[in-house]
């Protein structure tokens, strides 16, 4: 499910930007990042986002976009 969200996010953002990201990881560790330099997208399988609590570690932040 991750690689597919993941794809979909740089068939989207290519035509669008004509960017295309560094990707680390797969969607076999749960967690792939997307890094395009200006923007980093993070996708976190549940179990992820529950073990590494980003939401926790970044609550002072200013939320830009959240999606979910």
């Known amino acids: 499910?991750?690689?597919?969200?993941?794809?979909?996010?740089?068939?989207?953002?290519?035509?669008?930007?004509?960017?295309?990201?560094?990707?680390?990881?797969?969607?076999?560790?749960g967690w792939i990042v997307l890094d395009y330099g200006y923007v980093v997208v993070h996708l976190l399988s549940p179990e992820m986002r529950d073990y590494y609590d980003l939401e926790g570690m970044w609550q002072k932040a200013k939320v830009v976009l959240s999606v979910q």
């Open 1 to 29: 499910m991750l690689q597919s969200l993941a794809d979909y996010v740089r068939e989207i953002i290519k035509p669008e930007t004509g960017l295309s990201p560094v990707v680390e990881s797969s969607g076999q560790s």
